[in-house]
């Protein structure tokens, strides 16, 4: 099942004729059940954050920090949303697609598996830790650090 190509995915392009078809529809549409699953949770999570921070820190925080801070929690679920998109939804509806029998997608299986699914396996990881985030962004506010100096003698 693992064993068609080069790249350890598994068959995800099946037809009607093919043996683990059920066995790969079933777990398509458990991705995408899951995709949705998490899009929706991060969406609650951002608007419960958004309205609880602002209720329970207005009194403690000043109201430009608070929202600086919500606006990096947004943008954050934002990334992590569209990127999980971008990869998993062309994916789903590209494979039902091809087991539909409504298009030959058989090409573009090393694009999915060599692009498309790596990609997103690479960014993930820069967008759940803000550790990764913090050191890529250390030269940069270094570099920065550095032209503010260089323009004070300017």
Not at 27 to 53: D, E, H, M, Q, R
Not at 58 to 63: E, Y
Request: charged share 10%; aromatic share 14%.
């Amino acid at each position: 099942f693992y064993g068609n190509n080069g790249v350890c995915v598994f068959k995800y392009l099946v037809t009607m004729q093919d043996p683990q078809r059920w066995f790969s529809i079933t777990i398509l549409s458990v991705n995408f059940i899951c995709f949705l699953f998490i899009s929706v949770s991060y969406i609650v999570i951002n608007f419960l954050a958004s309205g609880l921070s602002e209720h329970l820190l207005r009194a403690t925080l000043p109201v430009s920090h608070l929202r600086r801070r919500n606006r990096k929690l947004q943008t954050k679920i934002s990334a992590i949303i569209i990127t999980d998109f971008m990869c998993w939804i062309p994916l789903t509806v590209v494979c039902w697609s091809h087991f539909a029998g409504v298009i030959d997608a058989t090409s573009w299986s090393p694009v999915f598996s060599i692009v498309i699914l790596p990609i997103n396996s690479v960014i993930n990881p820069l967008l759940y830790d803000s550790t990764i985030t913090t050191v890529l962004l250390l030269p940069l506010q270094w570099g920065a650090g550095k032209l503010q100096l260089f323009r004070g003698f300017i």
